[in-house]
């Protein structure tokens, strides 16, 4: 199960204290938590990214693939994000970028 951020202090934290990470048009920034018993999610999705329906899809889908690998996740934080170009993804492109920015941000935390 993922847990969501809703805190403001937690998201100053991930700005400050965040290991930042990316993966061709998605991101993300990890604060390792060892007293979470679950990973905690939240996503940046700005107006850059696309319309709100383009945002929508992306964002359930990243939730999709993260819910689908919860075991990858280290508990912590995690503030995951996307660029324009995430858009032109298909789901099979999105779900292997993802499980790249997860692998890359777990070696970088460790």
């Not at 939240?42 to 990243?62: D, E, F, K, P």
């Not at 690998?69 to 292997?96: C, D, M, R, W």
Request: aromatic letters at 6%; a positive charge.
């Amino acid at each position: 199960m993922i847990g969501r951020i809703h805190e403001h202090a937690i998201f100053r934290r991930l700005g400050r204290e965040g290991v930042r990470v990316r993966v061709g048009s998605v991101w993300c920034s990890v604060l390792v938590d060892p007293a979470l018993s679950q990973p905690c999610v939240a996503y940046a999705l700005g107006r850059h990214t696309g319309s709100a329906v383009v945002r929508n899809r992306i964002r359930r889908q990243m939730r999709e693939i993260l819910a689908a690998n919860t075991n990858q996740l280290v508990p912590g934080y995690y503030l995951i994000g996307a660029h324009k170009e995430a858009t032109a993804l298909s789901f099979q492109e999105l779900t292997q970028t993802m499980l790249q920015l997860i692998t890359t941000a777990k070696q970088k935390v460790s």
